[in-house]
């Protein structure tokens, strides 16, 4: 079953992890999770150049090596990316010295000090070796664009119905979240339109 936004108690039992950035300025985080992929990730960046927004990438560090203009396109529009590990690996099932292994080896190709680990499943070991190095950046709101047992309209209905300044907003430009994804987002981009609020790269000093 999704649950498409993080039950409340999580947020202090796990004080080292991003969930939301509370402001006033009407800003919203859309993020992308497990690309680069020719036909979404340049589609979904063509959206948000349309809609002038910026967002964050959190990127697979196989498919950098395998489409590294595409990645290169990112960073050249002003987008933020993310480290996602090397291989999307489950961090509930894969001990310590393997896990940072995968973080090392995509940090390499990616750069940056923005961390999400794969499935939101991370131990506790495993944050206390990444705090110091990264922002460690889970989500308020989950769309399910993966999930094809969910329809385009009840992914769209979970991004509406939760969405507010300060969201970090979890799509996915894949192959499976595809249909989902370059239908939902575009009309996620027109709500936040209607209602003043604009599309953000995540941003940590």
């Not at 506790?124 to 110091?132: E, I």
């Not at 399910?144 to 507010?164: H, P, Q, R």
């Not at 979240?177 to 239908?183: F, M, R, T």
């Amino acid at each position: 079953m999704l649950i498409s936004k993080p039950p409340a108690i999580l947020k202090p039992l796990a004080r080292d992890l991003i969930w939301d950035i509370p402001n006033d300025e009407g800003k919203v985080y859309l993020t992308f999770d497990d690309g680069p992929l020719p036909g979404v990730t340049d589609q979904i960046l063509d959206m948000l150049r349309e809609a002038r927004g910026r967002a964050t990438f959190f990127c697979i560090g196989n498919n950098v090596k395998k489409h590294p203009g595409l990645f290169q396109r990112i960073l050249d529009e002003g987008h933020a990316v993310g480290n996602h590990t090397m291989s999307h690996v489950n961090g509930w099932k894969t001990n310590e010295k393997e896990y940072l292994q995968e973080v090392k080896d995509c940090q390499a190709l990616t750069g940056t000090n923005l961390f999400r680990p794969p499935y939101g499943r991370i131990k506790k070991r495993q944050v206390r070796a990444l705090a110091p190095h990264y922002k460690i950046v889970m989500w308020s709101i989950i769309s399910g664009d993966y999930d094809s047992s969910i329809s385009k309209e009840k992914c769209y209905s979970i991004v509406e119905k939760n969405l507010k300044p300060g969201s970090i907003v979890v799509f996915h430009d894949s192959e499976k979240a595809k249909e989902s994804v370059l239908d939902v987002l575009p009309r996620t981009l027109c709500l936040m339109k209607e209602k003043g609020w604009t599309s953000h790269a995540l941003q940590f000093d």
